[in-house]
């Protein structure tokens, strides 16, 4: 399996049994970043705002992906969703591998939704704040969960995202095991655990 961090929230994942990107972005919608040309099999959004639905951008390749996705409602702020709406998490299972997706969400796990996500090998989670769980937030939610590997989404760092939001060292201040990659993908079979902070790839 091979991940590939897109910039913001956006994700391709490669396997032998397909591949999905997930929560691609609108041209112009964030701030210093550029969505790539993206094929994959299939394409997930966690939920219609430009920033994440823009499933048109992805060029599909009209395979099926042979791998199972999951998908737990939840919402995109603690107002059970009164503010921003819903959101959605997808979990993929492909070679033996369990990885999930938290999009935009907004508000800590509840039992039964951590439950759902079950035993985890890698976890793609919002750290920025102001439109997500905030660093606090995520980093109680990344230890509730205890994925193998933590990746953090959605946060803003040197000439990309949005103003209002926090950087990733708010977050990683309170992690352990945290590496700083010098590439925006990885295999997660080939990783050690703890918190992995990928390259954006605009090279910044």
């Not at 791998?67 to 959101?87: A, K």
């Not at 590496?179 to 079979?189: V, Y």
Request: some cysteine; overall charge negative; proline content about 7%.
């Amino acid at each position: 399996m091979k991940i590939t961090w897109c910039g913001h929230s956006c994700f391709l994942l490669e396997t032998a049994e397909g591949s999905v990107v997930l929560d691609p972005y609108a041209p112009g919608s964030v701030p210093g970043l550029t969505l790539p040309k993206l094929k994959a099999d299939g394409v997930f959004c966690s939920h219609g705002h430009g920033d994440h639905g823009y499933a048109q951008g992805v060029a599909l390749s009209g395979r099926k992906p042979g791998f199972s996705v999951t998908v737990i409602p939840c919402f995109h702020d603690e107002q059970g969703g009164r503010l921003r709406g819903e959101n959605k998490i997808h979990v993929i299972e492909a070679e033996g591998l369990r990885v999930a997706h938290l999009g935009d969400l907004g508000h800590p796990l509840s039992q039964q939704q951590l439950a759902a996500l079950g035993r985890l090998d890698v976890l793609l989670i919002p750290v920025g704040g102001h439109y997500t769980i905030g660093p606090e937030t995520a980093a109680e939610t990344a230890e509730a969960v205890g994925a193998r590997i933590t990746v953090p989404m959605h946060y803003r760092g040197a000439g990309f995202g949005y103003e209002v939001i926090g950087p990733v060292e708010k977050f990683t201040a309170r992690m352990s095991g945290v590496r700083f990659s010098d590439s925006n993908s990885f295999d997660p079979a080939q990783e050690q655990p703890g918190v992995l902070v990928l390259r954006c790839p605009t090279g910044k």
